[in-house]
C-alpha cells in the first residue's frame, strides 16, 4: 500500500468536505482507500471504478473488517462521499462517477447480507480480523527479580524514565523541513554552516530557559512546555488535542489562553504538527529533544531503520512493543524496499519454526501481498506449520489451492488464535467483543483440543474466559480440560 497517496488523498477530502460543510467519514474512506490499494491494485484516486466497489463492499469487506450487518449503511455512505468528492475534484469523469452510484445502489441492499454470512468470509475474518492492529503492541519482557534496596521508591520523574528509541527522519529531510517553520522566518537561525545544531540550540532555549510567555503568550505555558514536549516524546504517536487542552487548564492559571491559539504557536515554532483533531511532535522537534537528552547525559536510543532490516529483524521489532501507528509505517516502508516475492520469501522464512506470535506477524504482513507473490507462498504448501497458511492465503486471491482438512483447519484456527493473546491479556473487554462478532464456532472450539500445537490449553483456556455466550465458553473450558490430561497421558 502506498500511505502517500491514501494520506494526501484523506487531507484533500478533509479539505473538501469543510469548504462544502460536508460531514466526512475520513476512517472509513481511509479503509476503502487502504484494502483498495492493497487488493486491487488501485494506486491513486483515478483508479476506482464501478466494479472496485463490488470487490471491496461484497467481498474484501466481508472477509477483512469485523462489522455488524447494520454497519453497511455507514459503509455506503462514506463511499458515495468519496465517488461525491471524485466527481467534484475532477478525479473520474462524471459518467463513470454516475455508473459508481448506481452500482452503490445496487451494493447497499446486499452487504449486510455479505457481512452476516459466515460462508461468504469463511476463516479469514473469524481469525486474522480477531487478531487485529493490537497484536503488534507487546508488552517489553521484564527479565523476573527483585529491585535493588535504594531505600525509597523508585523515582518516576521525566529525567529518570527510560526514554523509548526515537524514530529520526533523514538529515535532508530535517534539513529542508526547516526552511518551512514560519518562527525561522522572523528568527532566523546563525549561518554556522550546520543548521540542526543551531536549531537544537533554539529548542534548548524554548525548553530551558524563562521565555515569559514569548513562546505561547503566557508565562505558565511556557514554562510547562518541557514537560508537554517530554509526553509527546515519549508517546510517540498522535493523541488527541484535548489531551493537551486538559494539561493546559492544569497549568495556565488564569491567562486565558484558548488551545487553538496555543496550538497555533506550537505549530508556528516548529515543534507540534496538527491534523485534524490529532497532535504530535514534528520530526524536527524530536530530533531536537533528543539532542537535548543527549546534552543532559540520558539514554536517548535511536530506533532502527526498520526498512533496511531482514525479515527476522522486523518481525523481532515489532515484538518489541511498537505504537500500532509506528509498527503499521515500518511494515510499510519495509514493503515498499522489496517486490512482493521477496517480502513474502523472507517473511515466510523467518516465520519457519518461530513461535506463534512471531509466526503470526509474518503470516499478516504476508497476506498484504498481491497474486505475483504465489509461488513463494506456493512453496510452503509442504510446510507442516505454514500449510494452513499458504492454503487460506491461495483460496482468499481465488489462485488453485487444496482443500484444508479439518485438522488443519483446527490448526491453525488456534495458531491465529494464539497470536491474539497478549492483545486480549491487555484489554479483554476488545477481545470478548471480537470473539462475539467474527469467533470460532461452538463446534470447532470443541474439537480444538485434539490439536498438537504447544499453544492449545492457553487458546481454550482464553476462550473459556472470554466468549460472551456461556454455552460456548463452557465448551472451551471443557476442551482445555481434554487438551491438558491428554498432555498429561
Not at 484494502?35 to 488501485?42: E, F, I, P, T
Not at 531503520?305 to 511494515?331: F, T, W, Y
Amino acid at each position: 500500500m502506498s500511505i502517500e497517496w491514501v494520506n494526501q488523498a484523506i487531507d484533500d477530502l478533509r479539505a473538501w468536505g469543510r469548504a462544502r460543510e460536508v460531514e466526512v467519514d475520513a476512517d472509513e474512506v481511509r479503509l476503502l482507500c487502504d484494502y483498495a490499494s492493497d487488493y486491487l491494485n488501485v494506486n491513486e484516486l483515478g483508479d476506482f471504478a464501478p466494479e472496485t466497489f463490488d470487490e471491496l463492499l461484497l467481498s474484501i469487506y466481508p472477509r477483512k473488517v469485523i462489522a455488524p450487518p447494520e454497519s453497511a449503511h455507514e459503509t455506503i455512505a462514506a463511499a458515495r462521499t468519496l465517488v461525491d468528492y471524485l466527481s467534484e475534484a475532477g478525479t473520474v469523469p462524471e459518467t463513470r462517477a454516475a455508473r459508481m452510484r448506481e452500482r452503490l445502489d445496487d451494493i447497499e441492499p446486499r452487504m449486510p447480507e455479505a457481512l452476516a454470512d459466515p460462508a461468504n468470509f469463511g476463516m479469514a475474518k473469524s481469525l486474522f480480523s480477531s487478531i487485529g492492529p493490537e497484536s503488534l503492541e507487546q508488552s517489553v519482557a521484564i527479565p523476573s527479580g527483585e529491585l535493588p534496596d535504594l531505600g525509597e521508591e523508585p523515582c518516576d520523574c521525566p529525567g529518570c524514565t527510560p526514554l523509548p528509541a526515537a524514530r529520526l527522519a533523514p538529515r535532508d529531510e530535517l534539513v529542508a523541513a526547516l526552511r518551512t517553520v514560519p518562527m525561522l522566518r522572523e528568527r532566523p537561525l546563525p549561518n554556522t554552516g550546520d543548521p540542526l545544531r543551531e536549531w537544537a540550540e533554539a529548542v534548548a532555549r524554548i525548553l530551558d530557559r524563562d521565555t515569559r510567555g514569548a513562546i505561547t503568550g503566557s508565562a505558565d505555558v511556557d514554562e510547562g512546555l518541557y514537560d508537554l514536549f517530554d509526553m509527546l516524546y515519549r508517546l510517540q504517536v498522535r493523541v488527541p488535542i484535548t489531551v493537551i487542552g486538559d494539561y493546559l487548564d492544569e497549568i495556565a492559571g488564569d491567562d486565558g489562553l484558548g488551545l487553538a491559539s496555543v496550538l497555533d504557536r506550537l505549530a508556528w515554532c516548529g515543534m507540534v504538527k496538527i491534523e485534524d483533531d490529532d497532535a504530535e511532535l514534528t520530526p524536527l522537534a524530536v530530533w531536537a529533544l533528543r539532542e537535548h537528552y543527549l546534552s543532559l547525559g540520558l539514554d536517548a536510543p535511536q530506533a532502527p531503520d526498520l526498512a533496511e532490516a531482514d525479515a527476522l529483524d522486523l518481525i523481532e521489532a515489532l515484538l518489541e512493543g511498537v505504537p500500532a501507528e509506528l509498527a503499521e509505517d515500518d511494515i510499510s516502508r519495509w514493503l515498499t524496499g522489496r517486490t512482493a516475492p521477496e517480502a513474502a520469501g523472507e517473511l515466510l522464512a523467518a516465520a519457519s519454526g518461530a513461535p506463534a506470535v512471531a509466526r503470526g506477524i509474518a503470516i499478516t504482513i504476508v497476506d498484504r501481498l498481491g497474486a505475483e507473490a504465489e509461488p513463494q507462498v506456493r512453496d510452503y504448501l509442504d510446510h507442516q506449520e505454514l500449510r494452513p497458511h499458504a492454503i487460506h492465503w491461495l483460496a482468499a486471491r481465488g489462485l488453485p489451492a487444496p482443500q484444508l482438512t479439518q485438522e488443519e483447519l483446527l490448526w491453525v484456527s488456534v495458531d491465529m488464535l494464539a497470536l491474539a493473546m497478549p492483545a486480549a491479556e491487555e484489554d479483554p473487554e476488545i477481545f470478548a467483543e471480537n470473539m462475539a462478532a467474527s469467533g470460532p464456532p461452538a463446534h470447532l472450539i470443541e474439537e480444538m483440543w485434539r490439536v498438537d500445537h504447544p499453544d492449545v490449553v492457553d487458546v481454550l483456556e482464553l476462550l473459556g474466559r472470554s466468549i460472551p455466550d456461556t454455552t460456548v465458553a463452557k465448551a472451551a473450558r471443557k476442551a482445555a480440560f481434554k487438551a491438558r490430561s491428554r498432555a498429561i497421558r
